[in-house]
């Protein structure tokens, strides 16, 4: 699920863990500023679908799809999508943007997916893999779903920013949390992510049978320059999320 996450202002410690990440209490404020936000309409959008590239007739899965922004670019480029998500509200939100038809489903990517082997050419996760503590059995998951030769697109927090900056840790290679508030529209909520350093998420990425493909720091979009003057100067010149692009192999050939 795509969120903002450049916002350091509206970041205070939570003293109220009670109900973390609970995207079905902001769905409609978040989903407004998700449309037209910087690090999401500007850059981790765009970072994705350039990732993707020709995605014409390709079964993709959206993974955390929120409230659809994404899978309605790649279904408008001629994909064919399925969206999964833990949040009622988000899927709410998603299939008033997607149409009745579309494949929308309430999934925790804690549990096995309701799919069969291999469904998928590729699946799409942006910005929720942070979420969970340990990958080894989403990614597993995610594998399973994916045919010989699909590719898994995630974009997650980047480490430096999330050690260095936001609550800075002395301890770069453990694995730890942090929790914070987000305001929307007046609404203050809990959230609460995990951070890990690079290695450990390359290794996850290995350990579930992936082969690494790419790793992508990409630039904010051009036409954010005219639109957030002050933002994207920032966001051009300092680390925000990581991208990855994994693959399945292919069986080898004798």
Not at 72 to 98: E, F
Not at 156 to 180: C, G, K, L, M, N
Request: net charge negative; aromatic share 10%; proline share 7%.
């Amino acid at each position: 699920m795509e969120r903002i996450s450049d916002v350091p202002e509206r970041l205070t410690r939570s003293a109220d863990a009670a109900r973390v990440n609970d995207y079905d209490a902001f769905a409609e404020a978040y989903s407004a500023e998700n449309e037209r936000s910087l690090v999401n309409a500007y850059y981790a959008r765009p970072a994705m679908l350039d990732l993707a590239g020709d995605v014409a007739g390709r079964r993709i899965l959206d993974a955390g799809c929120g409230s659809g922004p994404l899978s309605a670019a790649l279904r408008d480029r001629g994909a064919v999508v399925t969206g999964i998500d833990a949040s009622a509200k988000m899927l709410a939100l998603a299939r008033r943007r997607l149409g009745d038809d579309a494949d929308l489903r309430q999934v925790d990517l804690r549990d096995r997916l309701p799919f069969g082997d291999g469904a998928f050419d590729d699946v799409v996760s942006s910005l929720v893999l942070h979420y969970l503590e340990d990958w080894g059995p989403t990614l597993a998951e995610l594998r399973r779903v994916l045919r010989p030769g699909g590719r898994l697109i995630a974009s997650v927090d980047h480490p430096f920013v999330a050690y260095t900056i936001r609550e800075p840790r002395p301890d770069y290679f453990a694995t730890t949390s942090y929790t914070f508030d987000w305001t929307f529209g007046g609404r203050t909520v809990p959230m609460k992510f995990w951070r890990k350093p690079l290695h450990a998420m390359t290794d996850a990425f290995t350990t579930a049978g992936f082969r690494l493909s790419t790793i992508s720091e990409p630039q904010p979009d051009p036409a954010a320059r005219e639109l957030f003057p002050d933002g994207f100067r920032d966001l051009s010149a300092k680390p925000c999320f990581l991208f990855f692009v994994v693959e399945v192999p292919r069986p080898a050939t004798g």
